[in-house]
């Protein structure tokens, strides 16, 4: 890097540097405002009705406070990517998912490489934070930002990447709060944002040998969970054909010290549900067709065909359900390929009646899907008596409430607790049943 480095480590020691976060979503926003205690900082989005909501302190995903804005003080939000021409550092955080044939989709990542090119400096860094496959960042990434900005890599530019960890709407591993990966194309590039992320982050920053190791090192720790959700689940099936409760089962084999305790349910989300097929897709390119982790993602999409026809075996000739929940997952409003939510759709089709609350939904609205919607209730609606309540996710407000919940439920009626978290102290009139 030559004096390029000594500059931009003096700017970042000095808070002097200059620093640009691509896409404000879950990861970008909490990014940019704590980045924005100590540096300028430029938050770039396409939505410019999302950037008028966010200069209002107005977080859609309920994960940043007001308080976390008005800290942020040198945070300022745009949706030009014109404003990247000062940056010193640029760090892209956006959603890589899959398509509808379960292969990565790279558009939106392509795209943003592209828009900011135009504007990339001279000495500057682009760090990316996306979950990818490992050598994406060289092989994607970096031959689009010298193709749009006629700079030379390593000469004029460099590259570094640092996956994201961010767990929504987790109040407890929060970026600061976790151990953060960074690398880059040299040495120089990953002390310099070592000593970046360190402004900010409390604990340890692990530098990783290369950005394919910390692509790796990313894209292992989700297909890891997944693979284990899906012995779960397998050993949940196993267990109601041999008749016993499948979180007993567990509850007494962690009384071991080094067993990993791990639930059934649905995976979801854009992180878990996806990441895997990212491994996947790479392998098959360089000639391994991987067996674990497709047999896990097959097992867990296959969850949901299971629990459709589980529920419906034990209530054939019900017609009034309550569905409880349709988020991905606990404590937050992100639908994003929410395997609940494609649950309740297969009882939609069959022309029965369904109400759906999600406290963490806004309510009677409709959300739309891949090739369904999705209408929620009002608590105040929810007034009739129900053959079954099906608790989805056990959100901490529904959990609170559940007494009122369970009185809906018929005499001979059921409780489907998939992730048995209801704990039912006093004899009741309704049947149970839990994955």
Known sequence: MGDCYQIIKKKILNSKINLAVVG??????PLALLFGKKFKTIGIDTSLSKIKRLRRFIDDAEQCSK???QIARKTKFTNSYKSL??????IVCLPTPIDQKKIPDLKILKNASKQLAKYLKKDSIVVYESTVY???TDEVCRPILEKYSKLKWKKDFFIGYSPERVNPNDKVHTIENISKIVSGDTNQVATLLKILYSKIIKKKIFVATSIKVAEAAKVIENTQRDINIALMNELSIICHKLNINTKEVIDAASTKWNFLKFYPGLVGGHCIGVDPYYLTFKSKKI????KIISSGRKLNDHMVDYLYKKIMSLSKDFRNFLFLGATFKENCNDVRNSQNAKLIHRFIKKNINISVYDPYLVKKRIYKFDNFTLKTRDISEINDKYDAVILLVPHKKILNKIDFFLKKIKPNGYLFDIKSRVKLNKKHLFNTWAL
Not at 24 to 29: D, E, S
Not at 287 to 290: A, D, K
């Open 287 to 290: 000639g391994y067709s991987p």
């Open 67 to 69: 308080k976390e804005f």
């Open 134 to 136: 490992p050598g994406l």
């Open 24 to 29: 404000l979503g879950y990861v970008g926003l």
């Open 85 to 90: 021409y000062k940056a010193d550092i640029i």
